[in-house]
């Protein structure tokens, strides 16, 4: 029977020991972690995932900003903001929300984040951190990829793991988590993109899947060889007349087809994406007890 890796559930459980270490830092150390939010423009989607961070913090016990400029503001306003946090104590994790509008280079907003509270791992300096195999703060989707793999049991040592994708966000720090020589990674790589002929000639070989891809149900099970691990990181709208709203969320994965051959699978939603929000906090966190600048 395929085995659905329940990621709102283990999301849940690294929340909890995440408010734990918090009120042992608070009462120990008197710190309590402090996670800044920068959101630019009106997207509705980013709008939604703002929220849902400023609850984590709120559970969690930590310290938040929420700040909002409209699409107008300028980019030196931005980095005279981005600045002010770094400064601040409070501050441990500073996120600013992308997308961000045409006129702010992201780029040079990023690269102004200090690498010490760049809690979304996207600073040169944590990825060359992570590439080295340093202590580092890892980009939360892949960082929530390994921990379900980790909580899940999965053998990752010497498996052959295809990442489809190579975004800075997903496809390229995953491979690099997967490689690593340590505990539950330690696996052999294969990186496949949209510039391969026949991109089931690759995925037909993985013992471990991650779809990164951002095509709605591309990867179909007879795409997939029997017995394989599927991370399913895709979360996309598509339209569905049945469905209550006229829409419903898909991976990037054909889930129904991809389970006839899996023997583990996340589902969405409720597989990865709750993860990324508790990684969020786990760095937050480790920013705040000092763990790893």
């Known amino acids: 029977m395929t085995q659905i890796l329940d990621g709102k559930a283990i999301a ?141 049991h999965i053998e990752t040592k010497g498996k052959h793991a295809v990442v489809v994708g190579r975004s800075n966000i997903v496809g390229k720090p995953m491979a690099n988590l997967l490689y690593q020589k340590a505990p539950n990674a330690n696996a052999i790589v294969t990186i496949c993109h949209t510039a391969a002929p026949d991109i089931a000639y ?31 990181v895709g979360i996309n709208r598509i339209d569905d007349p049945a469905a209550p709203k006229g829409t419903r969320l898909v991976g990037d994965v054909h889930f129904e087809s991809a389970s006839e051959k899996a023997s583990a699978i996340t589902p969405v939603p409720g597989g990865v994406g709750p993860m990324t929000i508790a990684m969020l906090m786990l760095n937050t966190y480790r920013s705040a007890a000092g763990e790893v600048y």
Request: with cysteine.
């Open 202 to 232: 690759y995925t037909r070989q993985a013992d471990i899947l991650v779809a990164a891809v951002g095509v709605p149900e591309a990867i179909h099970g007879d795409n997939l060889k029997d017995g394989v691990v599927v991370i399913d």
């Open 12 to 152: 849940q459980d690294v929340r909890n020991e995440i408010a734990e270490k918090t009120r042992e830092l608070k009462a120990g150390r008197g710190i309590q972690p402090g996670l800044a939010v920068l959101l630019i423009g009106d997207n509705a989607a980013s709008h939604v995932y703002v929220r849902s961070k400023a609850k984590a913090c709120e559970e969690l016990g930590f310290y938040s900003i929420v700040l909002e400029k409209p699409a107008t503001v300028s980019e030196k306003e931005v980095l005279e903001q981005i600045q002010a946090w770094n400064a601040d104590p409070r501050i441990h994790g500073i996120l600013v929300q992308l997308p961000l509008p045409a006129h702010i280079d992201e780029q040079c907003v990023l690269l102004t984040v200090h690498p010490a509270k760049d809690v979304d791992g996207f600073h040169p300096e944590n990825v060359g951190r992570l590439v080295a195999g340093l202590p580092c703060y890892a980009p939360c989707t892949p960082a929530g990829v390994m921990e379900i793999l980790k909580r899940s």
